[in-house]
């Protein structure tokens, strides 16, 4: 099970971005090295508190499967907008609305106040556990 891998590649010490990217992408072909570094910059919302890296990752594993090589096929590129927008609407509905790292933790992590919260409450094993879970079973369930 996906879930699971990406689950035990964050508890690792992985990045979340990493543990999503990597539980997936060796399905379409990626070694586990590449998919480690390549997706490395996408933890803690880009490494700003953006985007939550779980949900960047799972965008990318998206295009794995149906991202379009050729400018002039449209309709791939249409397919895959239309499934990366599937992945976020139900990483929302199951979030609260909210996707972004910051909004997540209910912190900034690049303050030195908001990186006290989320070690002290423990946020990095807790919360970001739970976002890696979520990402995961999403793209899961959506046959990835």
């Given at each position: 099970?996906?879930?699971?891998?990406?689950?035990?590649?964050?508890?690792?010490?992985?990045?979340?971005?990493?543990?999503?990217?990597?539980?997936?992408?060796?399905?379409?072909?990626?070694?586990?090295?590449?998919?480690?570094?390549?997706?490395?910059?996408?933890?803690?919302?880009?490494?700003?508190?953006?985007?939550?890296?779980?949900?960047?990752?799972?965008?990318?594993?998206?295009?794995?499967?149906?991202?379009?090589?050729?400018?002039?096929?449209?309709?791939?590129?249409?397919?895959?907008?239309?499934?990366?927008?599937?992945?976020?609407?139900?990483?929302?509905?199951?979030n609260?609305?909210?996707?972004?790292?910051?909004?997540?933790?209910?912190?900034?992590?690049?303050?030195?106040?908001?990186?006290?919260?989320?070690?002290?409450?423990?946020?990095?094993?807790?919360?970001?556990?739970?976002?890696?879970?979520k990402?995961?079973?999403?793209?899961?369930e959506?046959?990835?």
């Amino acid at each position: 099970m996906k879930t699971e891998d990406a689950k035990d590649i964050f508890e690792s010490g992985m990045e979340c971005s990493q543990a999503i990217f990597t539980a997936f992408s060796g399905k379409y072909g990626l070694d586990t090295d590449s998919a480690l570094k390549f997706s490395t910059g996408l933890s803690a919302g880009m490494c700003c508190g953006g985007v939550c890296g779980a949900v960047s990752a799972a965008v990318l594993v998206i295009g794995l499967k149906h991202g379009h090589t050729k400018p002039e096929d449209v309709a791939t590129k249409n397919t895959c907008i239309g499934k990366v927008r599937e992945f976020l609407s139900a990483f929302e509905e199951r979030n609260e609305g909210r996707i972004h790292c910051r909004d997540i933790l209910d912190c900034d992590i690049f303050t030195p106040e908001g990186l006290r919260k989320a070690t002290d409450e423990e946020l990095f094993t807790t919360v970001c556990t739970d976002m890696v879970v979520k990402a995961a079973t999403i793209l899961e369930e959506q046959g990835y």
